[in-house]
């Protein structure tokens, strides 16, 4: 999807919201919850196919990506993180 090609339709017609303004912020905002004693918010990229509607969402920066390892759950390993 990043690369500009709807994985569900094949279609082209790839906008993308990477750097659209006020992607964080505490109404409406573009972000998933990091849950935990502050209630973090981590801010989304989304990609949107406007030929079927699908919408895939990135979270961008390697610190956040930290945080959601060290925080929730790993799927496969069924605990938190610290597999490093
Ligand atoms: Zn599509």
Same mark, same amino acid.
């Not at 196919?49 to 509607?53: I, S």
């Given at each position: 999807m990043k690369k500009g090609r709807c994985p569900k339709c094949g279609s082209h017609d790839i906008y993308s919201?990477?750097?659209?303004?006020? #992607? #964080?912020?505490?109404?409406?905002?573009n972000t998933i919850p990091l849950g935990g004693l502050f209630g973090s918010m981590i801010p989304l990229d989304n990609y949107v196919?406007?030929?079927?509607?699908y919408v895939e969402s990135y979270i961008n920066q390697p610190r956040d990506l930290k945080k959601i390892r060290e925080r929730w759950p790993h799927l496969y390993y069924g605990k938190r993180g610290d597999q490093s």
């Open positions: 919201g990477e750097n659209i303004s006020l #992607k #964080k912020g505490t109404y409406g905002s196919c406007t030929a079927c509607g």
